[in-house]
């Protein structure tokens, strides 16, 4: 198994920010908003889960996996959106990426289960090769990354 960028030594990282799993319904679907869902209560739901090529679903298991579970969605998509769409129109629970919902959260069109347990973050990085010269738009796509990262 190929070394995870970085470790190898042959690319620079610079994290950017920060993303989190939560899980989402539609402000109508029949559950206790003000619950504190478990894990094993989480699992038991219609789920509604990214395809399993795709790496957020494959985090997703793979947390379960360490609590003794494991995930059997009812509905699997290949993209983002399609979650939110068909969790907003009642057909189960889905799992997502906070940081993309966020709109969906603030308009109410979804709303977030809370539960006792937190899925570690996950860092989103920006890597360049660590030997080979950048072209001068790409050095500037670095620093204005970077720029607009640190200004925040």
């Known amino acids: 198994m190929p070394a995870p960028p970085g470790e190898n030594g042959s690319l620079t990282t610079f994290p950017c920010f920060a993303t989190h799993s939560i899980f989402v319904a539609?402000?109508?679907y029949p559950c206790d908003f003000d619950h504190v869902y478990t894990i094993q209560e989480i699992a038991r739901f219609p789920l509604i889960l990214l395809e399993r090529k795709a790496s957020s679903r494959l985090y997703l298991e793979k947390y379960f996996l360490?609590?003794?579970l494991h995930l059997d969605p009812e509905i699997e998509l290949g993209a983002r959106s399609l979650l939110v769409d068909l969790a907003?129109?009642?057909f189960g629970v889905?799992?997502?990426t906070e940081e993309f919902v966020t709109r969906?959260?603030?308009s109410g069109r979804l709303r977030?289960?809370?539960t006792d347990f937190e899925i570690p973050a996950r860092s989103v990085d920006m890597c360049t090769l660590r030997d080979v010269p950048m072209t001068a738009a790409a050095e500037q796509f670095v620093h204005f990354?970077?720029?607009?990262i640190?200004?925040?």
Do not use: M, P
């Not at 990354?145 to 607009?148: A, T």
């Open 26 to 28: 539609g402000a109508d």
């Open 66 to 68: 360490q609590n003794g």
């Open 88 to 90: 907003t129109i009642g």
């Open 94 to 96: 889905a799992g997502v």
């Open 104 to 106: 969906d959260l603030e």
């Open 112 to 114: 977030k289960l809370r």
């Open 145 to 148: 990354v970077k720029d607009s």
């Open 150 to 152: 640190t200004a925040k």
